[in-house]
């Protein structure tokens, strides 16, 4: 037995034949010496390990396929385009926004170009960062002033710390929120080294809760807007237009936490009003925070905008150096703001919101012009119908309201949930995946998102409708 297997092993081709075989060349050609070569001792282990085990020595021609497929399989990013057919708009682990072509345009120039990030072209001075947006957010908001970091968790942070560092920082109990991926306030709050001070109930604050906390060691009065979830029932809040007098009263600023904000008149697109940062800028807040990729549309972003002096303390914090935005966001958040200048063709050019104005009965046509395709492109692995589903927008804006949509559902022949969970596998395999949610027995694939119909059926094709372990 030992014998024979050294007498195999003697049968295994060296690196240098693998590396002479055709296929070997053609990853030589695409991957470079040093990969190809690696990947050919890798598979060589590997088979080494097989033929001690018993199996017969593969040949040049075998190992070179397997170092090829290793490679092929190491160079696919592991980031990759899907096709959001969740129902949720402004999906966070799907990347949130869905950026204008404009911006994209903008952000490859920047990529690719030295740009005037800090550069005052009308002077050949230094200019300032800040400058490529304060002019668009002071207009679109009717702020005094602005500043822009790397998300708005980050622009919360730095507020907290800029005027709360050492004193109090005053909030509802009712709006100490958690928003996922441990973003706690209590928790920022620590970290901003202010300390939180919090009033009122979880279900009922009063503006004498805020009167009574206000004192010498008040650093700011925060507002925060609950948006992933709504108190309902027997509640009292008081709004940031009552909050802003007794601010400037005790001298204290008051701070808005918008969390999406948004730059629109939602009811524009036939969507509930959400507060927009022009509002909160004239209800009386001293500095207001909204993100760039949820409704707004943009890059991930945080936004700070307010009382001049206020802005200018931020941006003397030295922890702003260590949260600003690169020039490759700084380009797709200017030209994404600029199509805020015209609102009549916003929802056409935001994909955003253009696919939340979609309406129900043209998601319904776009599903029944596609169900044939599908039905064909699954092979009888499934069963298909056109169902009336909910689309949410995400990410925490308007938690309560849905959107009428339609979705595909996928019920496949075995009735158990583990075929379903295998059908949803094998659609995250696809060369580009697709990504549904499962819901009363189905796989959904809410169409609400799906622009790109003809990449969505070639993607589709590629399923493996042999696997059995999907029936
Ligand atoms: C989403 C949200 C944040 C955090 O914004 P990011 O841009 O995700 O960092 C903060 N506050 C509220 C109320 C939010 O909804």
Known sequence: ??????????DLPSVDQVLKTPEALTALAAFGHAQTAAAVRGALAV???????GAPAPDAEGVAATAAATLAAGARSTQRPV????????????????????AVEAAVEAMRSPVSLEFDLATGQRGE???????????LTGAEDATVVNNNAAAVLLVLNTLGQ???SIISRGELIEIGGAFRMPDIMARAGTALREIGTTNRTHPKDYAAALGPESGLILKVHTSNYRIAGFTAEVTARELAPLARKHGVPLVHDLGSGTLADLASIGLAH?????????????????????????????????????VAAINRNPMK???RVDKIRLAALEATLRLYRDPARLAERLPTLRQLARKAEEIEAQARRILP?????LGGLAAVEVRACASQIGSGALPLETLPSAALAFVPSGDSGRALSALAAALRELPVPVIGRIADGALLLDLRCLEDEAGFLASLAALDTGDHGLA
């Open 274 to 310: 959400e507060p927009t940062v022009r509002e909160a800028v004239a209800e009386g807040a001293d500095l207001v925070t909204f993100s760039g990729d949820k409704l707004l549309g943009g890059p991930q972003a945080g936004f700070i905008v307010g009382r001049a002096e206020l």
């Open 1 to 10: 037995m030992a014998g024979d297997a050294a007498a195999r092993l003697r």
């Open 166 to 168: 050492g004193r109090q």
């Open 373 to 377: 395709a599908v039905e064909t492109a």
């Open 321 to 323: 150096r260590a949260l």
């Open 129 to 139: 960062r800040d400058d490529h947006l304060r002019g668009l957010l002071r207009e």
């Open 83 to 102: 096709f959001n057919l969740t129902g949720t708009v402004l999906h966070t682990n799907l990347g949130r926004a869905l950026l204008a072509e404009a």
């Open 47 to 53: 088979a080494r390990e097989a033929v001690r085990a």
